[in-house]
C-alpha cells in the first residue's frame, strides 16, 4: 500500500441493521491526510486482507470515519470490520483516493444512494449544502431497520427524499428522479448494480442529466467466453502464462508474485498497475476514457490483454 496512514479505532457503534461505524483516529497526533467527498481509503484488514471504504465523516473533521455492511456471503473483509476489530485497535490505511469526486458548479446536483451507498453520499450531501447548491437526495433502502444515517440527513428536510421497499415495493425511480429535476441535473449515484443500470437507463433517456456512479460490485466480467490466454511478463524478465479463463491476478498470486488488491472486481483502483509494453483489455470502472485510451494502467484483477503479451511493472 502506497502512502500508509496509521489509525486508532476510536469509537464503534451500529448505525443500522448489519451495518457498523468505526471512527478512525490520527496515531501519536499526527494529522490525517486531507481528502474530498466521494474518497474512500483501502484498510489493511489482515496479511492478505484489504478492503476498501467510502469516508463518510465531514471532510474537515479529525478523525475519519467509515460504515461497514456485513456481508454474510462475501470474502471476509466485513465479517472481519464486525467482529474482530475492535476500540483501541490500530489499523493502515491508504491515503484517501477519489475515483467519485462531486463538482459543485451551476447544475443543480441529485445525489442518490441505495443501502450502504449512502457512506460517499453523506459528505457530499454537507459539500453541496456547505456551498449553497441546488440540490437533493433520493435515499433508497430495504426497509426502516437496514437505513444508515436516518436523523443525520433528517437536517437537511425536503432536500432528503426516502423510500424504504417495505413500504409498498421498490421506488418508481424514473418518477421520482424527474421530481427530483434528475434530468436536468448532475447525479452522483451509489449502490447496488441493478439500482445503478436503472440510472444508466434513465440517464440514457434524459440528454439533460449527467450521471456520475461508484461501483460496490463490477459487472462479472474479468473472464468471458472467447477470451484467450496471454503471457504476462513482470519487470525482471519473469513470463507468467495466462490461462483463458483465469484472470491476471489469479495468474500473478499463483506464481507467487503479490499484487496489492481489495475488491477484486474492478471497482476500488487498490490494484492499479502501471502497463510497460502490450495493449491493456480494460474491463474495470475505475479508469477514466482517456486513462483507458493511454493504456498506461490497468486492472489486472479484471482488465486482460488484447494480444499475446503484456509487461507490466511489478
Ligand atoms: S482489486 Fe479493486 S480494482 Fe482491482
Not at 472481519?80 to 451551476?106: I, M, Y
Request: glycine fraction near 10%; include cysteine.
Amino acid at each position: 500500500m502506497t502512502g500508509e496512514v496509521r489509525v486508532r479505532v476510536a469509537a464503534a457503534r451500529q448505525v443500522a441493521e448489519r451495518v457498523r461505524e468505526l471512527v478512525l483516529a490520527p496515531v501519536n497526533g499526527t494529522p490525517l491526510p486531507g481528502w474530498t467527498p466521494g474518497a474512500h481509503v483501502d484498510v489493511r484488514l489482515g496479511p492478505d486482507l484489504t478492503r476498501s471504504y467510502s469516508l463518510c465523516s465531514a471532510p474537515d473533521a479529525a478523525t475519519w470515519r467509515i460504515a461497514v455492511l456485513e456481508e454474510t456471503d462475501g470474502r471476509g473483509g466485513s465479517r472481519h470490520v464486525h467482529r474482530s476489530v475492535a476500540v483501541g485497535d490500530e489499523l493502515v490505511t491508504s491515503v484517501p483516493r477519489n475515483d467519485f469526486e462531486l463538482v459543485v458548479g451551476e447544475r443543480p446536483i441529485v445525489l442518490v444512494s441505495g443501502g450502504i451507498g449512502v457512506t460517499p453520499i453523506l459528505p457530499m450531501a454537507a459539500a453541496a449544502q456547505a456551498a449553497g447548491a441546488e440540490w437533493r437526495l433520493l435515499h433508497l433502502a430495504r426497509s426502516e431497520a437496514a437505513a444508515a444515517y436516518v436523523d443525520e440527513l433528517a437536517a437537511y428536510g425536503d432536500r432528503v427524499v426516502r423510500h424504504v421497499d417495505t413500504d409498498g415495493g421498490p421506488v418508481d425511480l424514473v418518477a421520482t428522479l424527474d421530481a427530483l429535476g434528475g434530468a436536468e441535473a448532475d447525479v452522483y449515484a451509489c449502490g447496488p448494480a441493478p439500482l445503478l443500470t436503472a440510472l444508466e437507463e434513465y440517464a440514457a433517456a434524459r440528454p439533460g442529466a449527467r450521471l456520475v456512479v461508484e461501483r460496490f460490485a463490477g459487472d462479472g466480467a474479468a473472464v468471458r467466453p472467447g477470451d484467450h490466454a496471454f503471457v504476462v511478463e513482470i519487470a525482471d524478465g519473469t513470463e507468467i502464462p495466462v490461462a483463458a479463463d483465469q484472470t491476471v491476478l489469479d495468474a500473478l498470486t499463483g506464481a507467487g508474485i503479490r499484487v496489492l488488491s481489495s475488491c477484486q472486481e474492478g471497482v476500488c483502483g487498490t490494484c492499479e498497475t502501471v502497463v510497460l509494453e502490450g495493449e491493456p483489455d480494460h474491463r474495470d470502472h475505475v479508469l477514466s476514457d482517456e486513462e483507458r485510451e493511454s493504456g498506461e494502467m490497468m486492472m489486472p484483477c479484471v482488465s486482460r490483454c488484447r494480444g499475446a503479451r503484456i509487461v507490466l511493472d511489478l
